[in-house]
């Protein structure tokens, strides 16, 4: 079974690895074959319309909200349950990948129900080399007012603004991915396969490692002042101890 080209490829899986730390939770709209990728890392919960997928990952959590009507401009459309979703989310979660429903039914309806959802954690939306997708992930940025990170086939939105490191990692990846698609694939989507620019993914490694470099120096840093709070510490405790001596040694006197 087969829901899309490439389910979650690892430009995404990069992606999400640099949102959240492992352990982390996602709550996954769609699921499918990538699924089982997400839950070697993290807990996830995968809300799923169609009733053959659940069950297909053994280790997630499954939601089944089946595709309802719903409204979007005035417009009937078709949506997962809102409020089996609403009943069964978890408590707590890390992050939200959007991946479904599938292309044929459109997600238009996550815009009319975002407000189920937790809007402090990023939100990573697949497929944006589509229209339909993209459009959705530039609505959310707006509506939540954040700035959207488009890459070639997925899309970011985040409540912190992602460093330097995290974009080149992401990017790079990315790239591989890209450079492995075939031209008639890459045609699907855009109007031409050629590139006006080769991708420079030695650039990325600089970035990279630039901010390694700067975090070691960093920590070094921090490192060398804690020593020398613990000596200027440890020096004004003598000095003090020296010159209130006197005083103590009075005190201890008229005690006895």
Request: with cysteine.
């Amino acid at each position: 079974m087969s829901k899309s080209h490439f389910p979650i490829d690892l430009g995404l899986l990069t992606a999400i690895r640099q949102l959240i730390p492992p352990g982390s939770t996602i709550v996954e709209l769609g699921s499918g074959n990538g699924t089982n990728l997400l839950t070697k890392q993290y807990n996830v919960y995968s809300v799923e319309d169609d009733a053959k997928w659940i069950g297909y990952c053994k280790e997630t959590n499954y939601i089944h909200a089946p595709l309802v009507e719903t409204d979007y401009k005035n417009q009937k459309i078709r949506w997962y349950d809102s409020e089996v979703i609403t009943r069964n989310l978890p408590d707590d979660y890390d992050l939200i990948l959007v991946d479904g429903p599938a292309g044929k039914h459109g997600r238009y309806g996550l815009l009319e129900n975002l407000n189920i959802f937790k809007t402090d954690v990023p939100i990573v939306i697949d497929d944006t080399l589509r229209d339909h997708e993209a459009e959705i992930a530039r609505q959310i940025a707006y509506m939540l007012n954040r700035p959207l990170y488009m890459f070639w086939n997925f899309s970011i939105i985040s409540p912190d603004i992602l460093t330097q490191s995290q974009i080149a990692k992401i990017q790079q990846v990315s790239l591989e991915v890209q450079n492995k698609e075939s031209d008639k694939y890459l045609l699907t989507y855009f109007h031409t396969s050629e590139r006006l620019a080769n991708p420079n993914l030695e650039y990325y490694d600089s970035v990279i490692e630039l901010e390694k470099k700067q975090k070691l120096e960093l920590g070094t840093l921090k490192a060398s002042k804690r020593k020398l709070d613990l000596i200027q510490k440890s020096f004004s405790l003598r000095i003090g101890r020296i010159l209130t001596l006197p005083i103590r040694a009075l005190s201890k006197i008229r005690r006895n």
